[in-house]
């Protein structure tokens, strides 16, 4: 019993950590079909701000929360218009321009700190499953994810800005006949997209340590999960992970991780077969 | 027209006398500048990926030895010039800058490798091109080749203490996790052969990919099996993980920990006392071993490299003897030729190392090597028990060089 309510635990904090990475390439590719590769290197800058803030004794609730988002944002906002810009409607160009980008930041944060692994210490404790013990870190995972993709589905729905937003994804060229700039738009987007790129690397940096390359990690299950999860952001990135995310986690419980790691990738690969414009390019086609 | 005929061929055969000349020069001269003429020696160390943080102190302590090596006036009257390639934890780079060093650069000797997967990659291309080849770091034993001289501590140096000591003090169920290479599975074989030499029994062994971050399901389950220790030998950046999430599980305080790999990456360093207090390993040399040469070797790194050297381990220390047990070979054999060097070295040399003395075995081609059992406290090595002059027994079983000088294999421990 106990141990049923360990893995199920588990297997929620594995659906919330992969809902966690996602959800920042959904908006960016979702909304503009821009293939961010450096979407890892943006995870990778977040959990480095929340590194340097702790380090100077600010508190990492505020460091993970605040910061790394507000940073990550500010240089997605950069990177939108110094480079991304230029590309859009080309897809093949924008995946070689974010690859070099990714590249690139990899090669500043490696000159600025070393390519040493550097720690966060976890800001909370344990608690106890029936006599199991469990990290209360994976509570806060999980919390994160669900308020972000909860955030993020009020905004769309509820919020002015929201709707435009809206709009400009299934219209572009309408939406500037009523006088929208898309530019614009998209500028907001990308920067909002990097802005939860940085807080999900701010969140795990704890859990999988801070060092240059490790971008390279998330970056192949998020672009699985945002493929599988198809056209609607938020719908799609919660069915998404929460399909692929119980599949890992079981499968590595019941053999190894690396086991878990095929069958994540055999699930995605069997789904884009059955559904090729994702989940809901297929079903709930019209949410959000 | 004859006076044109004449300045041509003059010209000619001047031009021809000059060339010829600017051609033979390079001859003439080398003997005349053969005697400053660097001894090349190689370096292939990981600096960047998985293995960086435990390379680049290891090729600092390499270009510490040399920097020793030539301030007493080289080798042979020859100063000695270190080349180093960055293998970035890349199997791929470890073989082609093998074969860069061994062809083109064409070094005397070459110092390097750092996980067994990238040891045993280039060990062959080392033997087939005829090039003396030291691995230092502390491996899973069995290597038996003439051509390799391996100056890293081996399991029944070292697992062989930690296993009775966590049998006797935390219990007799052991689970262990281990990386999914060939050092993984050898030494849980060995962690399995003491365990059960010791009247203990292994419940499980998990074996991890080096690029695996996330433990959680491995930590449910060695709860689920509920052992008295848990033994780990996992390798890398990535696997540092496995430890954070165990602290973070609050798995730390109900369960202890042993491991034939921990510390060797500026662990106590990079994190909290509260991950890392309690784990139990064993080495050849810790900084904070109570010798001279200890402190010697200290102040040198410090005072060559500054004061903000991450804390060195036998890694590192292993690296300073390989290049000064090549030194001594170099010196008995009067030669830097290969062969020469291998008799000279297969003689029985000793050197002081950190830790003391340190004895080339020449039936094996491993160090009889001082070994130490620690416990990390508060971020330092707290040394709990020493083993002065510990053989290579694990090798010493299935090797002997002298008699069969062809063996050129790596023998593996069978457990079943």
């Known amino acids: 019993m106990d141990l049923i309510g360990l893995v199920g635990f588990n297997v929620l904090v594995g659906i919330g950590t992969i809902a966690l990475i996602t959800v920042g390439l959904g908006v960016i590719y979702g909304m503009m079909k821009i293939i961010n590769l450096a979407h890892g290197e943006f995870m990778m800058l977040g959990a480095y701000a929340t590194y340097v803030s702790t380090s100077h004794g600010i508190n990492i609730w505020i460091a993970m929360i605040i910061i790394a988002p507000l940073f990550v944002g500010l240089v997605g906002l950069v990177v939108e218009r110094c480079l991304i810009r230029f590309l859009y409607g080309r897809m093949i160009d924008t995946m070689l321009a974010t690859w070099g980008l990714s590249l690139g930041l990899i090669g500043l944060m490696t000159s600025i700190f070393g390519n040493d692994p550097r720690g966060v210490a976890t800001p ?165 | 027209m004859s006076r044109t005929t004449d300045t041509r061929r003059g010209f000619l055969k001047m031009g021809a006398a000059l060339g010829g000349t600017a051609l033979a020069t390079p001859f003439i001269a080398r003997n005349a500048f053969a005697a400053a003429e660097p001894i090349k020696v190689g370096c292939l160390l990981d600096m960047s990926g998985a293995l960086g943080v435990s390379g680049q102190p290891m090729l600092q302590a390499t270009q510490y030895a040399v920097k020793v090596l030539n301030d007493q006036g080289g080798l042979l009257g020859r100063p000695i010039k270190l080349i180093n390639y960055d293998t970035q934890s890349s199997m791929q780079l470890y073989t082609q800058y093998a074969q860069q060093l061994a062809l083109k650069d064409k070094v005397a000797v070459v110092q390097g490798g750092i996980t067994s997967a990238s040891r045993e990659a280039i060990r062959p291309i080392f033997d087939r091109f005829k090039t003396l080849y030291f691995y230092n770091t502390q491996y899973e034993g069995g290597v038996c080749d003439r051509d390799i001289f391996c100056t890293g501590t081996t399991p029944a140096q070292t697992v062989s203490h930690i296993v009775p000591y966590a049998l006797k003090n935390w219990g007799k169920k052991v689970y262990i996790v281990a990386a999914d290479y060939n050092y993984g599975h050898i030494t849980a074989k060995w962690m399995t052969k003491y365990t059960r030499e010791g009247g203990g029994q292994v419940l499980e062994t998990d074996f991890f990919p080096l690029d695996v971050t996330d433990f959680s399901s491995a930590i449910s389950k060695i709860q689920q099996a509920a052992p008295d220790v848990v033994l780990s030998a996992m390798v890398g950046a990535n696997h540092l993980g496995f430890y954070r999430q165990w602290a973070a599980a609050g798995m730390k305080a109900k369960i202890p920990m042993a491991s034939s790999t921990f510390g060797l990456a500026n662990e106590l360093n990079s994190m909290d006392a509260s991950v ?116 290579p027994a694990d090798t010493a079983a299935v090797c002997n060089l002298l008699k069969n000088p062809r063996t050129d294999k790596q023998f593996v421990v069978e457990v079943n």
């Open chain 1, 124 to 288: 909370v404790g344990s608690f106890s499953i029936g006599h199991y013990a469990a990290s209360l870190y994976g509570v806060v995972i999980i919390v994160v994810a669900l308020l972000s993709l909860a955030g993020l589905y009020a905004m769309l729905r509820f919020t002015r800005y929201g709707l435009i937003v809206r709009a400009t994804m299934q219209n572009a060229n309408m939406a500037a006949a009523l006088g929208v700039a898309p530019p614009t738009i998209y500028m907001s987007t990308f920067a909002l997209g990097a802005a939860l790129a940085g807080l999900a690397g701010g969140i795990l940096a704890p859990i999988s340590g801070v060092s240059p390359v490790m971008g390279s990690a998330f970056i192949a299950k998020a672009f699985i999960t945002v493929l599988g999860g198809g056209a609607a952001i938020v719908t799609g990135t919660s069915l998404a992970s929460a399909l692929f995310g119980f599949i890992n986690i079981i499968v590595s419980f019941k053999s190894t991780p690396v086991i878990g790691e095929v069958a994540l990738l055999v699930a995605a690969v069997v789904m884009i077969r059955i559904l090729p414009q994702g989940i809901t390019g297929r079903f709930l086609r019209r949410s959000l």
């Open chain 2, 276 to 391: 890392t207090n309690g784990i139990v390993s064993a080495y050849g040399w810790y900084p904070t071993v109570n010798a001279p040469e200890t402190t010697s070797f200290l102040d040198g790194m410090t005072k060559m490299f500054g004061p903000n050297l991450p804390m060195l381990s036998e890694l590192d220390s292993a690296s300073y003897e390989g290049m000064m047990f090549w030194a001594e070979g170099v010196k008995k054999a009067g030669s830097i030729e290969r062969m020469a060097v291998i008799k000279a070295l297969e003689t029985g040399i000793s050197i002081d190392g950190p830790a003391g003395k340190a004895t080339m075995d020449p039936a094996t081609h491993h160090v009889v090597h001082n070994t130490f059992l620690a416990e990390a406290k508060d971020k330092k090595w707290d040394i709990l028990e020493n083993f002065p002059a510990s053989p």
